[in-house]
T-cell receptor
Framework: KNEVEQSPQNLTAQEGEFITINCSYSVGISALHWLQQHPGGGIVSLFMLSSGKKKHGRLIATINIQEKHSSLHITASHPRDSAVYIC????????????FGKGTKLTVNP | NAGVTQTPKFQVLKTGQSMTLQCAQDMNHEYMSWYRQDPGMGLRLIHY???????DQGEVPNGYNVSRSTTEDFPLRLLSAAPSQTSVYFC????????????FGEGSWLTVV
């Protein structure tokens, strides 16, 4: 069964701190998407990774194919980064489907 | 370019009623999908489509129907609403799943009483 596990479930940080959110996935996942869900419910795609590392502003996403692990880092965190971060694995082998982690709720305090 | 438009945003249904959640995209995306989001659980795939005329079931398809007569539209039909279908529903689209950005609708909050 394709599975995606995220940790931690909840994370509280002070403004300016370096944040790391982890995602482990099972065999059968060929790529990972990182998503951000705002308090109002809207979901925004941050990254899609199948190898290596990607950076956009203060956000960095890495993936280790051998260890089946991905991380999302936020540098110099800000209260506006407060959201739920979701990793989603793309299943391989025929049909393309996403399997979602349960999300990490990040709260950044000023 | 409106992205993914999902309607209605809020809906209350009585048990047994039917309704359709509408989803439209104007980006000429081939891949469209519907998810439900419940407290304590990740998003779960209901149905998806890889192009006009092609649909397939996801993880939780029971009680839902879809069709894809055009590239732009992918409606989700609740055949006979049940309280277990109370959830937040998201429609999403992408050119493909691998290597491209996924665009989500704003969500539809559905309550079945």
């Amino acid at each position: 069964k394709n599975e995606v596990e995220q940790s931690p479930q909840n994370l509280t940080a002070q403004e300016g701190e370096f944040i790391t959110i982890n995602c482990s996935y099972s065999v059968g996942i060929s790529a990972l998407h990182w998503l951000q869900q705002h308090p109002g419910g809207g979901i925004v795609s941050l990254f899609m990774l199948s190898s290596g590392k990607k950076k956009h502003g203060r956000l960095i996403a890495t993936i280790n194919i051998q260890e089946k692990h991905s991380s999302l880092h936020i540098t110099a965190s800000h209260p506006r980064d407060s959201a739920v971060y979701i990793c989603a694995g793309l299943t391989q082998g025929g049909s393309e489907k996403l399997v979602f982690g349960k999300g990490t709720k990040l709260t950044v305090n000023p | 370019n409106a992205g993914v438009t999902q309607t209605p945003k809020f809906q209350v249904l009585k048990t047994g009623q039917s309704m359709t959640l509408q989803c439209a995209q104007d980006m000429n995306h081939e891949y469209m999908s519907w998810y439900r989001q419940d407290p304590g659980m990740g998003l779960r795939l209901i149905h998806y489509s890889v192009g006009a005329g092609i649909t397939d079931q996801g993880e939780v398809p029971n009680g839902y129907n879809v069709s894809r007569s055009t590239t732009e539209d992918f409606p989700l039909r609740l055949l006979s609403a049940a309280p277990s279908q109370t959830s937040v529903y998201f429609c999403a689209s992408s050119y493909s799943m691998l290597g491209t950005t996924i665009y989500f609708g704003e969500g539809s909050w559905l309550t079945v009483v």
